[in-house]
């Protein structure tokens, strides 16, 4: 079986990224062969500043692998270390009907946010699709947001294989219910577009006062609180065990427990969750070779797969 997924370098890893595809990501490792690349043309459709844009690849790319990934296991890339996914895009293009493109709420969202309306973004699906589907990917775990894309995906994969033979595979997304929208400290989706994230590598300063500043209801220290309506509660279940957070429901219950004490529990286990990470990454910011060769020897792996694809694609449509 062969997992693949992709990520944006568009700013600080959220906890949201983390639980909602990174996490599922590590742990499908061991079913299968993963790829997991970062997704740097995607980037451009917002327009980054170029250093910009370059800074943040070396930063993503230090905080996924600090996240556990075996890169005995992985192939781990930059998109745009294999252009020919840019290549497939054109021909999947050719078979995309525009109302599919329409349909797709990311566009109308990133246009409600004040981006250019540019036809990088309104394609965005179609290189996402192209990234899946040149490496004949079975299973690509994203958060629930990505969910249409993937039917896009899907869909385009069908029609390209209807018409010219049977070239790609089929893919499935995964996307766990549970983990599909993480809250973010104002109790909407988390999101950096949203400015409600509580990052995975912040400072300890810096994240005590994140986790302070979630928004709860105006209910007193002596109150009895309801846990099922509280982010607190529902962050706290990402690190916690069961145990720990049927204490934390039962004191919600009965009150004496106020929010203040909640995210003083959620700050501890957060913080000591990602303690091995922290290590791991400072590791690798003081070994930047090391990533570098990472990603070189990903992009070879990754090009030759691609390659297989597109020279199946290319012969199909009739370009040799
Ligand atoms: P953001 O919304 O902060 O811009 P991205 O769109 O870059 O995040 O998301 C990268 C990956 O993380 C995607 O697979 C996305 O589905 C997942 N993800 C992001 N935010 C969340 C969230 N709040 N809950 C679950 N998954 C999420
Ligand atoms: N669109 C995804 C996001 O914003 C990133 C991405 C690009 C991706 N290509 C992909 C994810 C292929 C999974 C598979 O998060």
Redesign the pocket.
């Known amino acids: 079986m062969r997992i693949l997924?992709g990520?944006?370098p568009?700013?600080r890893l959220?906890i949201?990224?983390y639980?909602?595809?990174?996490k599922q990501a590590v742990e499908l490792q061991k079913q299968g062969e993963t790829f997991l690349f970062i997704a740097d043309y995607h980037s451009l459709t917002t327009l980054p500043k170029p250093e910009q844009l370059r800074e943040r690849v070396t930063e993503v790319a230090i905080d996924f692998l600090a996240c556990g990934l075996d890169v005995e296991k992985t192939c781990f890339f930059r998109q745009s270390e294999v252009p020919q996914v840019c290549e497939l895009t054109w021909l999947l293009n050719a078979v995309c009907p525009l109302g599919l493109l329409q349909r797709a709420h990311s566009y109308k969202d990133k246009i409600a946010k004040g981006f250019d309306a540019s036809n990088g973004l309104f394609s965005y699906p179609v290189l996402m699709a192209a990234d899946i589907l040149i490496y004949q990917s079975n299973l690509v775990p994203?958060?629930?947001?990505?969910k249409q894309h993937l039917e896009i995906t899907r869909d385009l994969a069908i029609k390209f294989n209807d018409r010219f033979g049977e070239i790609f595979t089929i893919p499935d997304g995964y996307i766990p219910e549970s983990?599909?929208?993480?809250?973010?400290i104002d109790g909407q989706?988390?999101?950096?577009?949203y400015d409600n994230?509580i990052p995975i590598f912040g400072t300890e300063k810096e994240i005590r006062k994140v986790v302070m500043s979630i928004v709860t209801d105006s209910k007193g220290l002596n109150d009895s609180k309801d846990p099922d309506k509280c982010s607190i509660v529902g962050l706290y279940k990402l690190f916690a065990n069961p145990e720990q957070v049927e204490e934390m429901n039962d004191k919600y219950r009965t009150g004496g427990y106020g929010y203040g004490h909640a995210k003083q529990a959620l700050f501890e286990s957060m913080w000591n969750y990602f303690e091995p990470m922290r290590k791991r990454r400072n590791e690798l910011i003081a070994n930047p070779d090391t990533v570098r060769e990472i990603l070189q020897k990903g992009a070879k792996k990754a090009s030759a797969e691609a390659e297989k694809t597109m020279s199946k694609a290319r012969q199909a449509v009739g370009l040799r």
């Open positions: 997924s990520i944006q568009s700013g959220h949201g990224n639980f909602g595809m990174m994203v958060g629930k947001d990505q983990v599909a929208v993480i809250p973010g989706k988390m999101s950096k577009s994230t």
